[in-house]
């Protein structure tokens, strides 16, 4: 099993800046892929951003481009997620979640979820 620990998360102002931190424990971390999720109430869960098990690649949603980056620190098992330039509507728990296999390949699962983090945007 591996474990994901959030942290992070918190209220902030529109236009602001937060950065959200997963650490991993439990498994070798340079074997998965990375990714942030969130769920804002009363919407599906979406995939906001991944990154790859060697860091060289990443993929954002439409949304967040220009805005978010996400990297990974190997050396500490921790993948960060960076949100500059704050929305109302980036207000959402966002979780962080990891699968093994080619990064592109898209159906494969992600297995491994952390408990979530609160991250509320005021207009």
């Known amino acids: 099993q591996m474990q994901l620990v959030e942290s992070g998360g918190g209220l902030v102002q529109a236009g602001d800046s937060l950065r959200l931190s997963c650490t991993a424990s439990?498994?070798?971390?340079?074997?998965?892929?990375m990714a942030w999720f969130r769920q804002a109430p009363g919407k599906e869960r979406e995939l906001v951003t991944a990154?790859?098990?060697?860091?060289?690649?990443?993929s954002y949603t439409d949304s967040v481009k220009g805005r978010f980056t996400v990297s990974r620190d190997d050396a500490r098992d921790t993948v960060y997620l960076q949100m500059n330039r704050l929305k109302f509507e980036d207000t959402a728990v966002y979780y962080c979640a990891a699968r093994t296999g080619p990064f592109r390949d898209t159906t494969i699962r992600y297995v491994y979820w952390g408990q979530g983090t609160q991250v509320t945007v005021s207009s």
């Open positions: 439990g498994r070798t971390f340079t074997n998965y892929n």
């Open positions: 990154i790859s098990r060697d860091g060289s690649m990443t």
